[in-house]
């Protein structure tokens, strides 16, 4: 049994200072008491009526006192004195529970509650005694007595309907067209929302004509999604894996999660590419987001406000400059303002889920193609092919069975790999070196590229059209070669002042930092067709003449040759059917007598190549082989004259 004395002297701090409100009642003998606060108006919270409605009902006395606010009690008062004067207020009927109860409830008649009630519910709506007194919306995730428990149960069941309905939206969809069809007049393509099953896009597969023989490629053309900037982001190349698992992924997202995963996408540091927005869908605690915060002067308003960031007087709030403020908070965060709200990076560690290698299984839904056979019996079957000097060779593509577009790049890479060793295990010089002569603007990669494949002249299936008034031949397919592909990021790095090129200290002795945007080389598989693969308006002869005859000017080009050689020149009748010698230790370049003049300036070139290139040391390890030094003259001699040549 507890005494009044020990119960006041539990309470006694809330006495004193008058933050809370104290409640006093009897149970037979003993004494309870339990503190209260008020809602902003001095209004009681719907649970602490309640509760009060119950002392009350356990002992009617009961009586609820405050230190600033009622009498004989105070912070100048010792234990002895606030028990007395609680005691006096029980003992004189003042401050009764019953009165406070009625002093500080703004509950609306009961008559008008249930004629409210009533419409509520002839519309099939919840009802809130909260939302209905002051407009605030009740917190679905907590029952606070403003609600009965069926009309609590009903908003849960609204709820769950609302967001089964978003669920059933399409989130992302993509338009999957036939490249082979697209490009022999034919269009055939349909729209896929993700996710999906594989069942289903084997059904889309069948319907657009994509059986991995005739027809393997495909491309998706445009996308849709709810997401505000999500399809935009999207490439023509994207895995369909990929797109599903992210589709998964925004599935099972919450309202709150998809908003912010839109401003996040709006936002733009974790969005490159598909594997990064992937990753972005489950790092979505790296970021805060403030709904309510559209401009930098809500944004101002908020941190003064809301966050309590400066301690401001009343009388100065109404000349502070909130958007000059938020701008340099919004400037220090890095944040962005967005259609839904303020959202900046918050320096959590972002976590890479997912490598952009395997899919995991439970999101693969790409049907699987035939096993194509390999590049290199293509090659063995192109050079059994018999052909005259002026024949051009049959185009044969690579067929790219993968369908992700870093596995594009290494199986293309690979390819690329076994065509270079090819060149150097082999005797077919001339033939490579023949082709990469006509490639003034293309890299060596692609050049050899295109030379595997038995391309000649090439260029995307829009160029034709567009720039030489040409259209690829139905049935064609695209040769592959390597495109660049960069992408930009943004990192933060220390400013540099201009005219002294050093660091910037703010003045705490902290190196300042601002935002760049940085470039990241990347390359991706593109398609582009032959000129044997187009019909059209006739183009200027680009035939190579045979490596015979008089050179125009001859004395004067070779007489210029000899100053570019760093070896000596002569020439001197030489054994067999050699034309050609480089000499390192006598630092001197012999050419075969009786050569025709465009012979002896392709020799010469090759030679000179010899002695630029290779004039190092035997024994170091950056010298190569026999096989590679030649390759690399022939390439040099091959280039040169087919070019003066044409000129």
């Known amino acids: 049994m507890a005494n009044?004395?020990?119960?006041?002297?539990?309470?006694?701090?809330?006495?004193?200072?008058?933050?809370?409100?104290?409640?006093?009642?009897?149970?037979?003998?003993?004494?309870?008491?339990?503190?209260?606060?008020?809602?902003?108006?001095?209004?009681?919270?719907?649970?602490?009526?309640?509760?009060?409605?119950?002392i009350k009902q356990a002992d009617p006395a009961a009586v609820v006192v405050n230190g600033y606010y009622s009498g004989y009690l105070g912070e100048d008062r010792n234990l002895d004195e606030l028990t007395a004067g609680v005691r006096r207020h029980y003992e004189n009927g003042y401050s009764n529970i019953g009165e406070f109860i009625e002093a500080h409830d703004d509950r609306l008649p009961p008559e008008l509650i249930e004629e409210a009630r009533a419409a509520a519910h002839a519309a099939g709506l919840p009802f809130s005694e909260k939302a209905y007194r002051g407009g605030e919306e009740p917190d679905p995730y907590l029952f606070d007595g403003s609600m009965s428990m069926e009309d609590y149960e009903l908003m849960h069941r609204m709820i769950e309907k609302e967001r089964s309905e978003r669920m059933e939206e399409t989130i992302l969809s993509g338009y999957l067209s036939n490249l082979g069809k697209y490009t022999e007049g034919r269009p055939a393509g349909e729209w896929v929302s993700f996710p999906t099953t594989a069942e289903h896009l084997k059904e889309v597969f069948d319907r657009i004509g994509i059986d991995g023989k005739n027809y393997g490629e495909l491309h998706i053309t445009e996308y849709q999604s709810s997401i505000p900037g999500l399809a935009g982001k999207l490439t023509e190349l994207e895995s369909l894996d990929e797109l599903n698992y992210l589709g998964e992924l925004l599935k099972m997202q919450f309202d709150d999660d998809r908003e912010k995963f839109a401003a996040a996408i709006t936002y733009?540091?974790?969005?490159?590419?598909?594997?990064?927005?992937?990753?972005?869908?489950?790092?979505?605690?790296?970021?805060?987001?403030?709904?309510?915060?559209?401009?930098?002067?809500?944004?101002?308003?908020?941190?003064?406000?809301?966050?309590?960031?400066?301690?401001l007087p009343e009388e100065a709030k109404n000349y502070f400059l909130y958007e000059e403020y938020g701008r340099d908070a919004a400037i220090n965060d890095g944040g962005r303002f967005t259609e839904q709200g303020y959202i900046y990076n918050n320096r959590n560690t972002f976590t890479q889920w997912y490598d952009g290698r395997d899919v995991p299984e439970e999101y693969r839904v790409t049907p699987q193609p035939p096993v194509q056979e390999k590049e290199q019996a293509d090659l063995d079957a192109a050079a059994a092919i018999p052909t005259t000097a002026t024949e051009q060779p049959p185009v044969l593509p690579i067929i790219l069975s993968s369908e992700k577009p870093a596995n594009k790049m290494k199986e293309i890479t690979d390819r690329l790999e076994q065509g270079i060793l090819g060149i150097y295990e082999s005797d077919r010089y001339a033939d490579y070196l023949r082709t990469m002569s006509k490639f003034h603007d293309y890299s060596l990669n692609?050049?050899?590229?295109?030379?595997?494949?038995?391309?000649?002249?090439?260029?995307?299936?829009?160029?034709?059209?567009?720039?030489?008034?040409?259209?690829?031949?139905?049935?064609?397919?695209?040769?592959?070669?390597?495109?660049?592909?960069?992408?930009?990021?943004?990192?933060?790095?220390?400013?540099?002042?201009?005219?002294?090129?050093?660091?910037?200290f703010d003045k705490n002795g902290k190196a300042v930092t601002e935002e760049k945007e940085i470039q990241i080389p990347a390359f991706r598989v593109v398609s582009v067709f032959d000129v044997s693969q187009t019909e059209g308006k006739e183009l200027p002869d680009l035939g190579i003449k045979e490596l015979t005859g008089d050179v125009e000017q001859y004395q004067d080009f070779?007489?210029?040759?000899?100053k570019t050689s760093p070896f000596a020149m002569g020439f001197e009748a030489l054994s067999g059917?050699?034309?050609?010698?480089?000499?390192?230790?006598?630092?001197?370049?012999?050419?075969?007598?009786?050569?025709d003049e465009l012979q002896n300036i392709k020799t010469a070139i090759h030679e000179i190549a010899h002695a630029t290139l290779h004039d190092i040391d035997k024994d170091a390890p950056e010298r190569p082989d026999r096989r590679t030094r030649e390759v690399q003259a022939l390439y040099s001699a091959f280039q040169n004259v087919n070019h003066f040549k044409e000129c």
């Open 4 to 54: 009044l004395r020990d119960t006041v002297k539990d309470y006694q701090e809330e006495l004193r200072d008058g933050i809370a409100w104290v409640a006093f009642w009897k149970t037979g003998r003993s004494w309870n008491a339990e503190y209260f606060h008020l809602e902003m108006g001095d209004i009681l919270y719907p649970e602490d009526r309640s509760r009060m409605e119950e």
């Open 268 to 311: 733009g540091d974790h969005t490159r590419d598909l594997q990064d927005i992937i990753n972005l869908a489950q790092n979505l605690d790296c970021y805060w987001i403030y709904p309510s915060v559209k401009t930098e002067e809500d944004y101002g308003h908020y941190l003064i406000e809301e966050l309590d960031e400066l301690e």
């Open 446 to 504: 692609n050049t050899i590229l295109i030379a595997m494949q038995g391309g000649n002249l090439v260029k995307g299936y829009k160029q034709w059209e567009k720039e030489f008034d040409r259209h690829v031949k139905p049935g064609e397919k695209a040769i592959k070669i390597i495109a660049p592909a960069p992408f930009t990021v943004k990192k933060q790095v220390e400013k540099i002042d201009p005219d002294t090129q050093k660091p910037v």
């Open 558 to 562: 070779f007489a210029a040759l000899e």
């Open 577 to 595: 059917s050699i034309k050609g010698r480089c000499n390192y230790e006598e630092k001197c370049i012999l050419i075969n007598e009786g050569m």
